[in-house]
């Protein structure tokens, strides 16, 4: 299998009656495993680059290729079978039960009735809805756990690709955050390929190994979030994603990235973050508690090294 999972060739496309393409000569590679996040305003085009993936939106120009082959070689249907989506809407079968929502695509694959409970009661686990909601429908559910059920649903089939278009957009603030972070856990451990949606520049950064700046049909920038934060391509980018927010920059570097070895064992009166969290979770907390330092501890809770404020300084002064 490629280890490119969508790659766009010279990829346009012009609506009827518009003076200009929506997305125009666009050349992109997404490797396999990656969690890309596409960013803009309204009508700079992202929709359309990942509408055109799973061909509910047909290109003008150019070639896409999923790991290797031409999407214009496969079925329309058997092409959206391969790959997950999910939107904003939902879009759950109101008249089906949750269980038999997530089954949609299994059955029509012809999937044994054992292997689809299975891979139900595995996703219903994996998206954290408790399995006592199999026999509810969608009106019973609040907007975050019918969003997990369409997350649930789209991995149903087991893709590589999931596409996803401001999933989150119409849900709460706090239940949005918990989503953000549970579907990025999913995944790492999963190791899906993620095309996502989005206006929200903080979710964009969070979620994304990569991300896409996109203005007027045109990428203007495609790399890590602290790269774009730390490198702007334009003026464009620099406005749009805040790039002088020194906070934000702390918000993208996990403690393990930056941490120095630890000369002496913890105090017990020692603040510890796990290695994953960002450095500005150390500097809430050296502000909050006025420690010398915060110590750094992997999954099996051992310490590992230290966070201080000088660093933060150098860190932002650089």
């Known amino acids: 299998m490629s280890k490119e ?15 200009n393409p929506s997305v125009n000569e666009t050349s992109l590679i997404i ?3 990656s969690f890309v996040t596409i960013l803009g305003a309204s009508g700079c085009g992202k929709t359309t680059l990942l509408k055109m993936v799973n061909r509910i939106i047909e290109p003008t120009a150019g070639t896409i290729s999923i790991f290797g082959k031409d999407i214009r070689s496969l079925p329309v249907t058997e092409l959206r079978r391969s790959i997950g989506y999910v939107i904003q809407q939902v879009g759950l079968f109101p008249h089906l039960s949750i269980e038999q929502n997530i089954a949609t695509v299994p059955n029509i694959l012809g999937w044994e009735r054992q292997k689809t409970a299975e891979r139900i009661d595995y996703l219903m686990d994996l998206v954290h809805l408790p399995a ?22 789209a991995m149903a089939g087991d893709p590589a690709i999931l596409l996803m278009d401001e999933p989150f957009g119409a849900i709460d603030a706090i239940t949005r955050t918990k989503l953000q972070d549970d ?8 190791g899906k390929t993620v095309l996502f949606v989005t206006h929200d520049v903080e979710e964009a950064m969070k979620l994304g190994d990569h991300m896409i700046v996109m203005n007027e049909g045109t990428i203007q920038q495609y790399d890590t979030p602290l790269a774009i934060m730390s490198n702007p391509n334009n003026a464009f980018v620099s406005q749009l994603i805040q790039a002088d927010d020194l ?4 918000h993208l570097i996990r403690a393990e990235e930056k ?30 508690q006025n420690v010398p330092y915060v110590a750094v501890e992997n999954k099996e809770h051992e310490i590992i090294g230290k966070i201080t ?3 933060l300084k150098l860190q932002n002064g650089r």
């Open 5 to 19: 999972a969508i790659i766009f060739e010279q990829v346009s496309k012009t609506f009827p009656k518009s003076a």
């Open 31 to 33: 490797p396999q495993g």
């Open 132 to 153: 006592s909601y199999k026999k509810l429908y969608p009106r019973q559910l609040s907007g975050g756990q019918q969003q997990r059920v369409g997350i649930a649903r």
């Open 183 to 190: 579907f990025k856990q999913i995944q790492r451990e999963l």
């Open 247 to 250: 906070f934000q920059q702390l």
């Open 259 to 288: 941490m120095i070895a630890l000369e002496e064992p913890a105090g017990s009166d020692i603040p510890r973050i796990p290695a994953g969290d960002s450095l500005k979770s150390a500097l809430q907390i050296l502000l909050q």
């Open 309 to 311: 404020l000088e660093q």
